[in-house]
């Protein structure tokens, strides 16, 4: 495992835990179809991006979210809120997101993840 893959993992377990490591990781070695691409993501997305410095996780999160709303990556946003909140998002901010992206991307976009937003805070709590 090259430096980059296990420093993915090490920022995947930070914000998502060793079952979300474990679960990529079999998918990686297994015949499934597109496997693979979990890794690659852990790879780039969590190793390089999300590891680099100029800005902390709070903000990469508000960012990501943007863009995942803005991109109507519902499947996505699944992950990312659960993870901005682990990464110190309150709940009030992710509402500011949310309603700064209706401005954007639109009001359907914003209503997608509000409701999966809503969804992965009541089950928070």
């Known amino acids: ?16 835990g060793p079952e979300a490591v474990a679960g990529m ?18 790879q780039y ?6 590891s680099r410095e100029g800005l902390g996780r ?3 999160s508000l960012v990501t979210l943007g863009i995942l709303i803005a991109l109507r990556a519902t499947e996505e946003l699944h992950y990312h809120f659960p993870i901005a909140l682990k ?6 901010e ?6 700064h992206a209706s401005g954007y991307a639109g009001f359907p976009a914003a209503a997608s993840a509000r409701q999966i937003a809503k969804q992965i805070l009541d089950k928070a709590g």
């Open 1 to 16: 495992m090259n430096d980059v893959l296990k420093t993915g993992y090490e920022v995947v377990n930070d914000m998502l």
């Open 25 to 42: 990781k079999a998918a990686a070695v297994s015949e499934e179809f597109g496997g693979e691409i979990g890794e690659l993501a852990v």
């Open 45 to 50: 997305a969590f190793g390089t991006l999300w």
């Open 58 to 60: 709070k903000e990469r």
């Open 87 to 92: 990464n110190g998002v309150t709940r009030k």
């Open 94 to 99: 992710l509402e500011e997101v949310i309603y």
